[in-house]
């Protein structure tokens, strides 16, 4: 799979979309100053204990207070209190030794969190989820620090492999390297990446991370809450961190700041892939060059529409998603259960992609075009599932109730992204909206190709004659209406029509001038 990762740097921050294959499925944006982002550490103070939720809420700055559960307190959060004090009081300019500190006793898994908090003490704790609608950010105090190839946590010893990895030779050799070089006090999970990873490229992602704590440890000193301690490192490293393998082919920034960080990062973890990294220095938007704009603006509205033609509804309640697969009027050619599996396994692989780049979470509900066969049930089943296994958000998938419904869990660490696709009308001055303009050309072609099919070969279009005028631009042998020729072998003739709005469009047969209806 080809994978491009392009980079867009604006004055609000930046931009990040992730391309397999050219198809965008996943857009990230990072603004300037952002705070209280998933991985950031602050050092907060208990404000309020709830028994009946065996939870507290912290005050790390945030608008409202945030929310701790006892169940997200580590098993270690005797220790970190005891580090937290030590920190802040310490004298020492450059720390203290944290190979020689001892740690406290572990807490129950089912504890009260008023025998844990009941001072209502300072205490270091990392973003969980970001603040979401009117929701404070959801925190833990089990705290880890993720590399390249390893997971590093503190205040314990255990070592454990990632099951993906399913060689035993290959999980006893990580084990036994990293027991032999990790630092004391920190317990390590080997990340999957680590598969064929020599000591020295483990020891250096270890040490990278060691040193994170350190200046945890140092940030601490004389701190008062509420204050940030720490910023997960900037998005673009962190997707690089844990997407970057041999199938990125290019990785393209638009701002040179960005571009050196990204080589210094690259150059660190994988120095033979440094050649990836590209400046962008061509005088057209990066996202409208490489074509993410025009995908954003078909993927982002309520309808998804699909190249079979049919489409995809989706709509957003307070309490879960819903996605309507619709047929269209131009399903696949074959009896109805073969039409509706085909459309179902496309509208499938749509929604997977639809999940990640709108980054929904929270419970899903898909209809599917009604089937019979419980064969075809299982095929779409086992199909959604290989879909999704490129989705680094946890996710759980049930197989097609009897109702035709498919349930979906997905793993919610950020807001949904939402982008207004709509414009404002300029034959209407902006009293009505219309569907994205950018994309009309696509939605015309689709039909005129259609139309073809069904053995039309003489037509005439006609539109407004703004829209006929951007079909003929470029002049005659780069125009859009010698493009089409070029690839349909069918002249499509035009006119226009000042009666008609911006967007519209008819085609009609060339024989009996009548309109052909679509």
Known sequence: MNKEMIINASDDGVEIALLEDKKLVELHYEH???????????????????????????????????????????????????????????????????GKFQNEQEILKTGKITDVLNQKPEIVVQILKEPISSKGPRLSCELSFPGRFVVLTPFNNFVSVSRKIHSGEERKRLQKIVESIKPKNFGVIVRTAAEGKNTAE??????????????????????????????????????????????????????????????????????????????????????????????VKAAFGKTVNMGSGAYLIIEHTEALHVIDVNSGTR?????????????????????ARQLRLRDIGGIIIIDFIDMKLPDNKKKLFEAMSEFMTGDRARHTILPIS???????????????I?????????????????????????????????????????????????????????????????????????????????????????????????????
């Not at 399903?331 to 929604?351: C, F, M, R």
């Not at 003929?472 to 029509?497: C, I, M, P």
């Open 418 to 518: 939402k982008i207004t696709t709509s414009e404002v009308c300029p034959s209407c001055k902006g009293t009505g909206k219309i569907g994205p303009s950018l994309l009309i050309t696509d939605e015309l072609e689709k039909d005129f190709h259609y139309l073809i099919n069904q053995g039309h070969r003489k037509l005439k279009l006609h539109a407004h004659p703004m829209l006929i005028a951007y079909i003929k631009d470029k002049g005659f042998w780069r125009s859009l209406q010698w493009k089409w020729y070029r690839k349909h072998n069918v002249w499509l003739e035009l006119y226009t029509d000042n009666n008609y709005q911006l967007t519209e469009y008819y085609f009609f047969d060339k024989k009996t001038d009548e309109v052909i209806k679509l």
């Open 202 to 295: 483990l020891h250096a992602d270890l040490m990278d991370l060691a040193e994170q704590w350190r200046s945890i440890q140092l940030n601490l000193k004389d701190a008062k809450p509420p204050k940030r301690i720490m910023s997960e490192q900037a998005k673009t490293t962190s997707i690089l961190r844990d997407l970057l393998n041999e199938s990125f082919q290019r990785i393209v920034v638009n701002e040179k700041g960005i571009l050196q960080e990204t080589k210094e990062y690259i150059s660190r973890i994988a120095p033979e892939k440094e050649e990836i990294v590209q400046l962008y220095q061509n005088g057209q938007g990066i996202f409208d060059f490489y074509g993410v704009t025009r995908q």
């Open 32 to 98: 300037n100053n952002s705070a209280f982002a998933v991985g950031d550490l602050y050092l907060g103070k208990v404000k309020k204990l709830m028994p009946g939720l065996n939870a507290a809420f912290v005050d790390v700055g945030f608008e409202k207070d945030a929310f701790l559960h006892y169940t997200d307190l580590s098993p270690y959060i005797k220790s970190l209190l005891k580090f937290t004090q030590q920190s802040i009081k310490s004298q020492d300019p450059n720390g203290f030794d944290f």
């Open 331 to 351: 399903g696949p050619d074959g009896n109805q259960e073969e039409s509706a599996l085909k459309t179902n396994l496309e509208a499938a692989e749509e929604i």
């Open 402 to 416: 009897k109702f035709g419904l498919m349930q979906i869990t997905r793993q919610r660490l950020r807001p949904e």
